[in-house]
C-alpha cells in the first residue's frame, strides 16, 4: 500500500508538484468516463451508443485545447489556475444540467480545460526522457487509485456523485501552483512537424482510434455481455492502471514501442467475443502494462524525428485526443449495429495499422535529430 507514495516521493525531485497533481486530476477524470457511461445513459433515458456522445464532446475540446493553447499562449501559472477553475465549474454544470444537451457542452469545457492542462504538464518535460517518463507513470498511478474510488461513488449515488468527487479534486492542484518555463518552446513561432513525425502523430491518432473505440465500452461490455457489478468493475480498471506503473517508469531501452500496441489489439478482438469474468481481468489488466510500456518508447521517438520537440508534445496529445474524442461515436455505431464482437475487430485492425506504421518509422535510419535542429 505504501508503494505508490514511495513512488510520489520519487518523482518530487524532477517535476513540479503543481504538474503531477493537474496531471492526476486530468487522469481521474478520463479513468471516470468509461465507468460512468452507463449511468449518464440511465439518468438521462438514453442508449450507451448515444450516452457516448459525451466523451466525444470532451475529447473533441481537448483536441482544441492542446493544440491550440501553445499556438496562443505561452505556459504560465496564469494559465494553469484558469484552466482548473474551469475545469472545476464545467463538473459542477455536469451535476446540475438538466438535459442531455447542457451535459454534452459542459463536458466539452471540462474537456478544453484537460486539454490546456495536459499541454501545459509535457511542454514542460518533453524530450527529456527521465522526467517524460514521470508524467507519464502519473496515467496509471492515479488509476489504481481513481477507479475504485469513482466506484464507490457510483455505488453511493450515481454519475452526479462522480462529478462531485471531480469537482473537488480540480482545486487540489491550487495548492501547489508551479512555475513554468518558456525555454522548451519556439519563441519564434510554432514551427512545422517535419515528415516522420507528422506520420508518428498520425500513427497515434490511429491506436489511441482503435483502442479507445473498444475502451470506453469496456464498462458496458462487462455489466451487460460478462454479467460484472460496476463496482468490481472499477477494480478491473484500476488494475489496468496498476499494471501500467512499472511499464511507465521503466527506465531501460523502449526498442519497437508500437509493437507493444500489437497485444491490446488481440485482446481487443478477444474481449468483444468472450464473456468469462477472469479472462476479462487478465486481458484488462495486461493491455494497461502493454500500453504504458509502449507511450512513453512513441513520445522519444517523436521527439528524436522532430527539429523542435517541443512543438510535438501539443500536437502528440492532440492527435492522440482526436483518436478518441472520435472512437465513442465510431464505436458507438458499431455496437449498434454489430455488436460487441464487432466492436473488438474493428478496433483491433485499426490499432494494428497504427503500430505498423510506428514500427516502419522506427526501423528507418533517416529523420533523426540531435535536438538542436539539426540532422
Not at 493537474?22 to 479513468?31: E, L, N, R, W
Not at 462529478?163 to 512545422?192: E, H, M, W
Not at 492522440?320 to 483491433?348: K, N
Request: charged fraction near 10%; proline fraction near 5%; aromatic fraction near 10%.
Amino acid at each position: 500500500m505504501q508503494a505508490p507514495f514511495r513512488l510520489l516521493q520519487t518523482l518530487r525531485g524532477t517535476v513540479e508538484p503543481g504538474l503531477l497533481l493537474a496531471t492526476g486530476v486530468a487522469t481521474s477524470t478520463f479513468v471516470a468516463t468509461p465507468l460512468i457511461l452507463p449511468a449518464v445513459a440511465v439518468r438521462f433515458e438514453i442508449g450507451t451508443g448515444m450516452a457516448g456522445l459525451f466523451s466525444a464532446a470532451q475529447l473533441g475540446l481537448f483536441v482544441v485545447g492542446s493544440w491550440g493553447a501553445p499556438r496562443l499562449v505561452e505556459p504560465s501559472r496564469r494559465v494553469f489556475v484558469a484552466s482548473l477553475v474551469m475545469l472545476a465549474a464545467a463538473s459542477g454544470i455536469s451535476i446540475i444540467a438538466p438535459a442531455f444537451s447542457v451535459f454534452v457542452a459542459s463536458r466539452a469545457l471540462a474537456g478544453l480545460a484537460l486539454g490546456v492542462l495536459t499541454w501545459l504538464a509535457y511542454s514542460q518535460v518533453f524530450g527529456d526522457t527521465e522526467r517524460t517518463g514521470d508524467i507519464a507513470v502519473i496515467g496509471p498511478l492515479t488509476g489504481v487509485l481513481a477507479a475504485p474510488l469513482i466506484g464507490l461513488a457510483l455505488r453511493a449515488g450515481d454519475d452526479r456523485t462522480v462529478f462531485s468527487v471531480l469537482a473537488a479534486l480540480a482545486l487540489v492542484p491550487l495548492v501547489s501552483i508551479p512555475n513554468f518555463s518558456v525555454s522548451g518552446t519556439a519563441s519564434k513561432g510554432r514551427n512545422k512537424a517535419v515528415p516522420q513525425a507528422l506520420v508518428l502523430i498520425v500513427a497515434l491518432a490511429l491506436v489511441t482510434f482503435g483502442g479507445a473505440g473498444v475502451f470506453v465500452f469496456l464498462g458496458a461490455a462487462a455489466v451487460e455481455q460478462y454479467g460484472m457489478d460496476p463496482f468490481v468493475v472499477s477494480l478491473v480498471f484500476s488494475a489496468n492502471a496498476a499494471a501500467g506503473i512499472p511499464s511507465a517508469r521503466w527506465r531501460g531501452a523502449r526498442r519497437y514501442s508500437g509493437a507493444w500496441f500489437v497485444l491490446p489489439a488481440l485482446f481487443a478482438a478477444v474481449l468483444g467475443f468472450a464473456d468469462q469474468q477472469p479472462l476479462y481481468w487478465v486481458l484488462v489488466t495486461t493491455w494497461g502494462f502493454c500500453f504504458w510500456m509502449a507511450i512513453p518508447g512513441i513520445y522519444n521517438l517523436l521527439a528524436e524525428r522532430s527539429r523542435f520537440p517541443a512543438d510535438r508534445a501539443g500536437d502528440a496529445q492532440a492527435a492522440m485526443a482526436a483518436g478518441r474524442a472520435f472512437a465513442p461515436l465510431a464505436g458507438g455505431i458499431v455496437v449498434g449495429t454489430g455488436g460487441f464482437e464487432a466492436l473488438g475487430l474493428a478496433g483491433a485492425a485499426v490499432m494494428l495499422v497504427g503500430a505498423a506504421v510506428m514500427l516502419a518509422v522506427e526501423r528507418s535510419d533517416t529523420g533523426k535529430f540531435d535536438h538542436n535542429g539539426s540532422l
